[in-house]
Protein backbone atom coordinates (compact mmCIF):
# COMPACT_ATOMS: atom_id res chain seq x y z
CA UNK A 1 0.00 0.00 0.00
CA UNK A 2 1.32 3.72 -0.74
CA UNK A 3 1.37 5.93 1.58
CA UNK A 4 3.51 7.75 4.15
CA UNK A 5 5.18 6.67 7.95
CA UNK A 6 6.12 8.35 10.36
CA UNK A 7 7.83 7.14 12.99
CA UNK A 8 8.20 6.99 16.27
CA UNK A 9 4.80 7.76 17.00
CA UNK A 10 5.46 8.74 20.58
CA UNK A 11 8.76 10.74 21.29
CA UNK A 12 9.72 11.55 24.61
CA UNK A 13 13.53 14.43 25.01
CA UNK A 14 15.01 15.92 27.50
CA UNK A 15 16.04 19.33 27.31
CA UNK A 16 18.76 20.52 25.77
CA UNK A 17 18.68 17.46 23.30
CA UNK A 18 18.08 17.27 19.61
CA UNK A 19 15.45 14.68 18.08
CA UNK A 20 14.86 13.93 14.81
CA UNK A 21 11.86 12.85 13.44
CA UNK A 22 10.89 10.21 10.77
CA UNK A 23 9.18 10.96 7.29
CA UNK A 24 9.05 8.18 4.24
CA UNK A 25 6.77 8.03 1.73
CA UNK A 26 6.22 5.40 -1.53
CA UNK A 27 4.09 7.82 -3.25
CA UNK A 28 6.39 9.23 -5.75
CA UNK A 29 5.93 12.40 -4.62
CA UNK A 30 8.05 15.52 -5.16
CA UNK A 31 6.86 17.62 -2.38
CA UNK A 32 6.98 17.16 1.03
CA UNK A 33 6.17 18.87 4.22
CA UNK A 34 6.46 19.01 7.99
CA UNK A 35 3.99 20.49 9.94
CA UNK A 36 3.26 21.54 13.99
CA UNK A 37 -0.18 21.42 15.35
CA UNK A 38 -0.72 22.71 18.84
CA UNK A 39 -3.90 22.49 20.81
CA UNK A 40 -6.59 25.34 19.75
CA UNK A 41 -4.57 26.12 16.63
CA UNK A 42 -4.61 25.30 12.99
CA UNK A 43 -1.56 23.69 11.58
CA UNK A 44 1.61 25.66 10.60
CA UNK A 45 4.29 25.04 8.15
CA UNK A 46 7.77 24.40 9.84
CA UNK A 47 9.33 23.35 6.62
CA UNK A 48 8.58 22.13 2.90
CA UNK A 49 10.75 20.94 0.08
CA UNK A 50 9.71 21.15 -3.43
CA UNK A 51 11.93 18.65 -4.71
CA UNK A 52 14.83 16.10 -4.00
CA UNK A 53 17.76 18.42 -2.70
CA UNK A 54 16.00 21.32 -2.47
CA UNK A 55 13.74 23.19 0.95
CA UNK A 56 12.46 26.25 2.25
CA UNK A 57 11.62 27.61 5.24
CA UNK A 58 8.16 27.53 6.48
CA UNK A 59 6.37 30.10 8.70
CA UNK A 60 7.94 28.81 12.00
CA UNK A 61 11.23 27.59 10.85
CA UNK A 62 13.31 28.29 13.91
CA UNK A 63 14.90 25.64 15.92
CA UNK A 64 14.44 23.35 12.87
CA UNK A 65 16.11 22.26 10.23
CA UNK A 66 15.50 19.56 7.47
CA UNK A 67 17.06 17.60 4.88
CA UNK A 68 15.88 16.18 1.54
CA UNK A 69 18.70 14.11 0.14
CA UNK A 70 16.15 11.28 -0.85
CA UNK A 71 13.00 11.77 -2.73
CA UNK A 72 11.26 9.30 -0.41
CA UNK A 73 12.33 10.76 3.03
CA UNK A 74 12.34 14.35 4.44
CA UNK A 75 13.82 14.20 8.46
CA UNK A 76 12.80 16.63 10.75
CA UNK A 77 15.37 17.62 13.29
CA UNK A 78 14.30 19.67 16.54
CA UNK A 79 17.15 20.93 17.87
CA UNK A 80 17.50 22.74 21.62
CA UNK A 81 16.88 26.31 19.95
CA UNK A 82 13.56 25.28 19.66
CA UNK A 83 11.89 27.18 22.86
CA UNK A 84 8.90 24.86 23.26
CA UNK A 85 8.98 21.82 20.97
CA UNK A 86 6.12 19.70 22.90
CA UNK A 87 3.55 19.24 19.86
CA UNK A 88 2.07 17.16 17.35
CA UNK A 89 4.01 17.24 14.33
CA UNK A 90 2.58 16.19 10.96
CA UNK A 91 4.23 14.71 7.79
CA UNK A 92 2.71 15.59 4.17
CA UNK A 93 3.57 15.09 0.57
CA UNK A 94 2.10 16.21 -2.93
CA UNK A 95 2.52 15.12 -6.52
CA UNK A 96 4.60 18.46 -6.57
CA UNK A 97 4.03 22.24 -4.67
CA UNK A 98 0.81 23.09 -6.59
CA UNK A 99 -0.88 19.52 -6.64
CA UNK A 100 -4.30 20.48 -4.90
CA UNK A 101 -4.25 17.38 -2.36
CA UNK A 102 -1.79 16.71 0.03
CA UNK A 103 -1.55 13.12 1.63
CA UNK A 104 -0.55 13.23 5.70
CA UNK A 105 1.26 10.49 7.54
CA UNK A 106 0.12 9.72 11.15
CA UNK A 107 2.07 12.41 13.00
CA UNK A 108 4.44 11.72 15.99
CA UNK A 109 3.72 13.29 19.51
CA UNK A 110 6.79 15.12 20.63
CA UNK A 111 7.24 15.67 24.79
CA UNK A 112 9.93 17.34 26.04
CA UNK A 113 10.77 16.58 29.51
CA UNK B 1 -1.88 37.76 3.63
CA UNK B 2 -5.13 34.85 3.91
CA UNK B 3 -6.60 34.19 6.89
CA UNK B 4 -9.24 31.69 8.02
CA UNK B 5 -11.71 31.70 10.83
CA UNK B 6 -13.81 28.31 12.15
CA UNK B 7 -15.82 30.11 14.66
CA UNK B 8 -17.02 26.79 16.67
CA UNK B 9 -14.11 25.24 18.60
CA UNK B 10 -17.13 22.54 19.54
CA UNK B 11 -20.17 21.16 18.07
CA UNK B 12 -22.22 18.41 19.29
CA UNK B 13 -24.43 16.81 17.35
CA UNK B 14 -26.91 13.80 17.35
CA UNK B 15 -26.36 10.64 15.39
CA UNK B 16 -28.74 11.23 12.68
CA UNK B 17 -29.11 14.62 12.70
CA UNK B 18 -27.98 17.01 9.72
CA UNK B 19 -24.41 19.23 10.62
CA UNK B 20 -23.17 22.43 9.04
CA UNK B 21 -19.55 23.59 10.32
CA UNK B 22 -18.84 27.09 9.50
CA UNK B 23 -15.88 28.92 7.80
CA UNK B 24 -14.79 32.02 7.05
CA UNK B 25 -11.45 33.51 5.06
CA UNK B 26 -10.28 36.16 4.00
CA UNK B 27 -8.30 36.96 0.95
CA UNK B 28 -8.46 39.38 -1.66
CA UNK B 29 -8.36 37.09 -4.98
CA UNK B 30 -10.69 33.59 -5.62
CA UNK B 31 -9.53 31.06 -3.21
CA UNK B 32 -8.71 28.14 -2.81
CA UNK B 33 -10.55 26.20 -0.51
CA UNK B 34 -10.53 22.80 1.30
CA UNK B 35 -12.24 20.42 3.98
CA UNK B 36 -9.78 18.35 6.16
CA UNK B 37 -11.06 15.77 8.82
CA UNK B 38 -8.57 14.63 11.67
CA UNK B 39 -9.63 11.35 13.71
CA UNK B 40 -7.53 11.34 16.97
CA UNK B 41 -4.00 10.74 17.13
CA UNK B 42 -4.29 10.81 13.31
CA UNK B 43 -3.16 12.76 10.39
CA UNK B 44 -5.38 14.96 7.88
CA UNK B 45 -7.47 13.51 5.04
CA UNK B 46 -9.03 15.95 2.47
CA UNK B 47 -12.50 15.80 2.46
CA UNK B 48 -13.33 18.28 -0.48
CA UNK B 49 -12.23 21.03 -2.27
CA UNK B 50 -13.34 24.07 -3.97
CA UNK B 51 -10.87 25.84 -7.03
CA UNK B 52 -13.20 27.28 -9.71
CA UNK B 53 -16.95 26.19 -11.03
CA UNK B 54 -19.90 24.96 -9.48
CA UNK B 55 -19.93 26.91 -5.93
CA UNK B 56 -21.40 23.38 -4.58
CA UNK B 57 -18.83 20.78 -4.26
CA UNK B 58 -19.48 17.21 -3.09
CA UNK B 59 -16.78 15.15 -1.25
CA UNK B 60 -16.05 11.83 0.60
CA UNK B 61 -18.49 10.56 3.43
CA UNK B 62 -21.09 12.30 2.25
CA UNK B 63 -19.92 15.60 3.02
CA UNK B 64 -20.73 19.04 0.58
CA UNK B 65 -19.40 22.49 1.11
CA UNK B 66 -21.17 25.48 -0.16
CA UNK B 67 -18.22 28.63 -1.61
CA UNK B 68 -20.71 32.08 -0.98
CA UNK B 69 -18.32 34.77 -2.33
CA UNK B 70 -20.36 37.00 -1.20
CA UNK B 71 -20.27 35.87 2.40
CA UNK B 72 -16.73 34.82 2.62
CA UNK B 73 -17.49 31.82 3.39
CA UNK B 74 -17.01 27.98 2.71
CA UNK B 75 -19.95 26.01 5.13
CA UNK B 76 -19.33 21.77 5.38
CA UNK B 77 -22.60 20.67 5.78
CA UNK B 78 -23.81 16.49 5.87
CA UNK B 79 -27.75 15.76 6.01
CA UNK B 80 -27.47 12.50 8.58
CA UNK B 81 -24.22 12.34 10.31
CA UNK B 82 -23.15 9.08 11.94
CA UNK B 83 -20.99 7.95 14.87
CA UNK B 84 -18.12 7.93 12.89
CA UNK B 85 -17.91 11.26 11.66
CA UNK B 86 -16.91 12.29 15.14
CA UNK B 87 -13.34 13.89 14.25
CA UNK B 88 -11.49 17.25 13.99
CA UNK B 89 -12.75 18.86 10.69
CA UNK B 90 -10.27 21.79 9.36
CA UNK B 91 -10.87 24.31 7.21
CA UNK B 92 -7.76 26.30 4.95
CA UNK B 93 -7.81 28.53 2.61
CA UNK B 94 -4.79 28.35 -0.41
CA UNK B 95 -3.75 31.28 -2.57
CA UNK B 96 -4.17 31.43 -6.07
CA UNK B 97 -0.58 31.18 -8.17
CA UNK B 98 0.67 29.64 -5.11
CA UNK B 99 1.28 25.76 -3.96
CA UNK B 100 0.44 24.35 -0.63
CA UNK B 101 3.63 26.33 0.88
CA UNK B 102 0.73 29.04 1.21
CA UNK B 103 -2.27 27.12 1.90
CA UNK B 104 -3.42 28.51 5.97
CA UNK B 105 -5.54 26.24 7.96
CA UNK B 106 -8.50 27.44 10.52
CA UNK B 107 -8.05 26.27 14.46
CA UNK B 108 -10.53 23.62 13.82
CA UNK B 109 -13.97 22.21 14.90
CA UNK B 110 -14.06 19.54 17.32
CA UNK B 111 -17.27 17.46 16.33
CA UNK B 112 -18.72 15.29 19.49
CA UNK B 113 -21.78 12.98 18.13
CA UNK B 114 -24.18 11.27 20.80
CA UNK B 115 -25.90 8.50 20.52
Known amino acids: DGGITQSPKYLFRKEGQNVTLSCEQNLNHDAMYWYRQDPGQGLRLIYY???????QKGDIAEGYSVSREKKESFPLTVTSAQKNPTAFYLC????????????FGPGTRLTVL | AQSVTQPDIHITVSEGASLELRCNYSYGATPYLFWYVQSPGQGLQLLLK??????LVQGIKGFEAEFKRSQSSFNLRKPSVHWSDAAEYFCAVGAYNFGNEKLTFGTGTRLTIIP
Open chain 1, 92 to 103: ASSIELASDTQY
Open chain 1, 49 to 55: SQIVNDF
Open chain 2, 50 to 55: YFSGDT
